[in-house]
């Protein structure tokens, strides 16, 4: 394979290369020499192709120019939060998993919502998605922290040119929908429109509401370049960070872990290590105390009818789970004795408070009877000044 790899490599001129990375830029399904050589090439930097993505990075330094609002800075985060659920609720959980159905033309709005992350199309995220699930964390896998290290499975991996080509024949329930290839081979459509139009929003504010001292080339830098680089990155610490930080609470093949943290910045899907265990489910937030905004809202989409046929974690999943964390709790339990025994002396006075707790919650329900009226033991003043005899 390698030799067949670098035999097509040294065909390939220089100019060959770079006109190919060029006419990807809008017809990502473009290839000189099929999408199946380009797979079977050495992992790679393809700066050319790249260049759009460079591009997104060094357009946060507009805010130079631009300055600052308060307006732009919540519309960036906004941006950020909702479009972190288009790529876990609908690029992640519906094309990747399909965890949950909706009608044909909801599917294509889904595809649309998606394309608005600037995360390429949806056809060709499942596709290296799914190829993840079948060979995570070994050799095959496009981005194991373990097996390219940290920073080639945080951003490399995403610049190399043998993983730009969709293999649609690893998507087929996808790729019979010709509206999802078509918004999948021209995956700049849609970014360039949203981008033109958080520019059209921000000149229509600075005419309309001079009050929120925005403008259109401050809302693009700050709601399009800041939010879209900041939600590549929180969407690639699922790649690195999550096969890397946090607990295993499942003993799966790969390396995957569950982080609260990294669940709040990705909207749930930092209970990534459940997600391995069991990835049919919509929720990755197995139970109620495991925080799944993107489960939250899709079951808000669920209510209204736009969505339906959310899978459930099936109780046998749970309960082993449960069984899990019991052992580790016992565990912890035993090294926190051995690691400090003063901490063992400490626990022989617990049960001796939860013994006079327990009996002092049965006294109060006996019976004590009244004492009779005037029994006082201090009464009055004024009554004392009746038993003094002033005669005395
Ligand atoms: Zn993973
Ligand atoms: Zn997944």
Known sequence: MSSVASRSSARRTPWRTISTAFAQWF???????????????????????CLPFIFLHLGCLGVIWTGVSSFAVWTAVALYFVRMFFVTGIYHRYFSHKTYSTS????FLLAVFGGTTVQ????????HHRHHHQHSDEAEDAHSP?????????????????????????????AKFPELVFLNRFDLLVPLLFAAGIYGLGALLATFAPGLHTNGLQLLVWGFFISTTALFHGTACINSMAHLMGRRRFKTTDDSRNSFILAIITLGEGWHNNHHRYQSATRNGFYWWEMDITYYVLKALASVGFIWGLKAVPSSVLNEGEEADHRASILAAQRAALAHPEFSAFKKVVPAAAAIALATVQASSVQVPKRPERAALHRDVTERTHDIDPQA
């Open 27 to 49: 017809d990502s399904d473009y290839t000189s020499d099929g999408p199946e050589k380009m797979r079977q090439e050495p992992d790679r930097v393809d700066v050319v192709r």
């Open 104 to 107: 044909r033309f909801g599917q």
């Open 146 to 174: 373990h097996v390219h290290g940290f920073l080639w499975s945080h951003i490399g991996w995403i610049t190399s040119r043998r993983n730009f080509p969709t293999d649609y024949s690893k998507v087929k329930d996808l």
């Open 120 to 127: 390429r199309g949806a056809l060709w995220w499942a596709y």
